[in-house]
């Protein structure tokens, strides 16, 4: 079973400076629960493209953080090369040291138009290049009010995995991020989280993952905060956050960690 994680979802935020500063603020603010932290958790931020080689960087210069911190993409093509303008290969990614992907969140389905079948191809890409992947799945809020919220992420899940070679994955990351929780501050509770987890649970098992799910963590995102953390990362089969916002200020997104690690109580 990977370690439980907490990963942030920079989105289109920040810049080199702010960027170069948080790793520092992140390793000041852990520092003296480093040792437990390394222990139990494994912490991926996902910034912008151009970022990724700077915070690499600024993690490596310091050789005691540096298996403390890893370095995510927001998004992967899932062909090797050539005449796509604007989008990044997975070699490119492989070059500059990033560990793990983000597919499907929901604003590239909606902004970008990611379709299940390109969110499909990501996921293949993504596994067969050896990065975790990190698949986002989740139900708008017209869908929940309907009711139809588990045949909706089963929906989703069955489309991502079609025809994907399961038997190469080592480890992988399933996000249950609801679209309405998504920067409203309403985060989703355990009576809306719980039953979503043992449909992902149960998706795996029957889908044939390594292992009966062995390699399989599900984060939960949506609104999660230092305040929140703790209730919500008490849930059963939580094993982790997919954090936005709050994952922009080091400071912020270490008292998640703090939080996780039952010191912020
Ligand atoms: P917020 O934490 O800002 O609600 O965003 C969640 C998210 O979309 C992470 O991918």
Same mark, same amino acid.
């Given at each position: 079973?990977?370690?439980?994680?907490?990963?942030?979802?920079?989105?289109?935020?920040?810049?080199?400076?702010?960027?170069?500063?948080?790793?520092?603020?992140?390793?000041?603010?852990?520092?003296?629960?480093?040792?437990?932290?390394?222990?139990?958790?494994?912490?991926?931020?996902?910034?912008?493209?151009?970022?990724?080689?700077?915070?690499?960087?600024?993690?490596?210069?310091?050789?005691?953080?540096?298996?403390?911190?890893?370095?995510?993409?927001?998004?992967?093509?899932?062909?090797?090369?050539?005449?796509?303008?604007?989008?990044?290969?997975?070699?490119?990614?492989?070059?500059?040291?990033?560990?793990?992907?983000?597919?499907?969140?929901?604003?590239?389905?909606?902004?970008?138009?990611?379709?299940?079948?390109?969110?499909?191809?990501?996921?293949?890409?993504?596994?067969?290049?050896?990065?975790?992947?990190?698949?986002?799945?989740?139900?708008?809020?017209?869908?929940?009010?309907?009711?139809?919220?588990?045949?909706?992420?089963?929906?989703?899940?069955?489309?991502?995995?079609?025809?994907?070679?399961?038997?190469?994955?080592?480890?992988?990351?399933?996000?249950?991020?609801?679209?309405?929780?998504?920067?409203?501050?309403?985060?989703?509770?355990?009576?809306?989280?719980?039953?979503?987890?043992?449909?992902?649970?149960?998706?795996?098992?029957?889908? $044939? @993952?390594?292992? +009966? !799910? =062995?390699? *399989?963590?599900? &984060?939960?995102?949506?609104?999660?905060?230092?305040?929140? #953390?703790? /209730?919500?990362?008490?849930?059963?089969?939580?094993? $982790? @956050?997919?954090? +936005? !916002? =709050?994952? *922009?200020?080091? &400071?912020?997104?270490?008292?998640?960690?703090?939080?996780? #690690?039952? /010191?912020?109580?």
């Amino acid at each position: 079973m990977p370690k439980p994680a907490l990963m942030g979802n920079w989105k289109m935020n920040s810049d080199l400076s702010s960027a170069v500063g948080f790793v520092e603020e992140f390793f000041k603010h852990i520092s003296g629960i480093e040792g437990k932290i390394r222990e139990l958790f494994d912490v991926v931020i996902f910034p912008q493209f151009p970022l990724i080689k700077p915070i690499v960087d600024s993690v490596e210069a310091g050789a005691r953080w540096s298996d403390l911190l890893r370095v995510g993409a927001q998004d992967i093509q899932p062909e090797d090369r050539g005449a796509f303008t604007g989008a990044v290969n997975g070699i490119c990614l492989k070059s500059v040291g990033v560990s793990s992907v983000i597919i499907g969140h929901s604003e590239r389905r909606w902004f970008f138009g990611d379709s299940d079948s390109l969110v499909n191809a990501k996921l293949s890409t993504t596994i067969n290049m050896n990065f975790e992947p990190v698949l986002c799945i989740g139900e708008p809020g017209e869908i929940r009010d309907k009711g139809e919220q588990d045949s909706f992420v089963l929906a989703q899940l069955e489309t991502a995995f079609d025809s994907v070679k399961l038997d190469s994955i080592s480890a992988i990351s399933l996000a249950y991020e609801p679209v309405w929780s998504i920067g409203t501050g309403r985060n989703a509770t355990e009576a809306e989280i719980a039953p979503m987890i043992e449909l992902i649970r149960g998706f795996a098992t029957k889908a $044939g @993952f390594p292992g +009966g !799910g =062995a390699n *399989l963590r599900i &984060l939960y995102g949506g609104s999660v905060n230092p305040q929140n #953390a703790s /209730e919500l990362y008490s849930i059963d089969g939580v094993d $982790g @956050f997919l954090v +936005g !916002g =709050a994952s *922009l200020d080091a &400071l912020s997104f270490s008292a998640i960690l703090d939080a996780m #690690a039952g /010191e912020g109580e």
